[in-house]
């Protein structure tokens, strides 16, 4: 069946440093999705990424998604200790069905 | 707050007992989605109900059914638990763009 792969599955870095995490689908999306889960919280909702090639910024987080639009990615610049969480992201097999959410990308901060 | 309610937030039971979990989507959400989490894992899509109606299952027990009801509520029932059961469950709507907002979830520990 349809996989979203993300990768890599933990992150530690400085404060201060950038961080990106990568999204791979075995199929081709109709749009990706990405969500945060704060330790002890629930996912919220970041943003949708629709075309192909398109890039959204949202302060210091930059979306991209790929031409063939099967891959994805986030990049946090001058990571905070507001960004600790799980970030993952979720492809939909079929227009208002289920997503498929990657297995999420555990990013921890140095202060 | 998303808009999305769960109870109850914690629930210990034993081995080989029933319980029930309840959701209540955001105001004019029709879709209902359930998912699994276990301790350090991604999030496992369980059933989806829009308007009443199933809508798609993924890797749901048969141990395991859910149902929406008239009012849109969904209750997620649990029976013959075991000790892998213990997870974070949570429920989810979706919005206009097939995002999905998550309640804050229903912790299970089974002992």
């Known amino acids: 069946g349809q996989q979203v792969m993300q990768i890599p599955q933990y992150q530690h870095v400085q404060e201060g440093e950038d961080f990106t995490t990568y999204c791979n689908s075995s199929t081709t999306l109709s749009n990706i999705q990405w969500y945060k889960q704060r330790p002890g919280g629930h996912p919220v909702f970041l943003i949708q990424l629709v075309k192909s090639g398109e890039v959204k910024k949202q302060k210091r987080l930059t979306f991209q998604f790929g031409e063939a639009k099967k891959n994805s990615s986030l990049h946090i610049t001058a990571t905070q200790t507001t960004d600790v969480g799980t970030y993952f992201c979720?492809?939909?097999?079929?227009?208002?069905?289920?997503?498929?959410f990657g297995q999420g990308t555990r990013l921890t901060i140095n202060p | 707050d998303s808009g999305v309610t769960q109870t109850p937030k914690h629930l210990i039971t034993a081995t080989g007992q029933r319980v029930t979990l309840r959701c209540s989507p955001r105001?004019?959400?029709?879709?209902v989605y359930w998912y699994q989490q276990s301790l350090d894992q991604g999030l496992q899509f369980l059933i989806q109900y829009y308007n009443g109606e199933e809508r798609a299952k993924g890797n749901i027990l048969e141990r395991f059914s859910a149902q929406q009801f008239p009012d849109l509520h969904s209750e997620l029932n649990l029976s013959s638990l075991e000790l892998g059961d213990s997870a974070l469950y949570f429920c989810?709507?979706?919005?206009?763009?097939?995002?999905?907002?998550f309640g804050p979830g229903t912790r299970l520990t089974v002992t």
């Open positions: 989810a709507s979706s919005g206009l763009l097939d995002e999905q907002y």
């Open positions: 979720a492809g939909p097999i079929k227009r208002a069905q289920k997503l498929v």
């Open positions: 105001s004019g959400d029709l879709s």
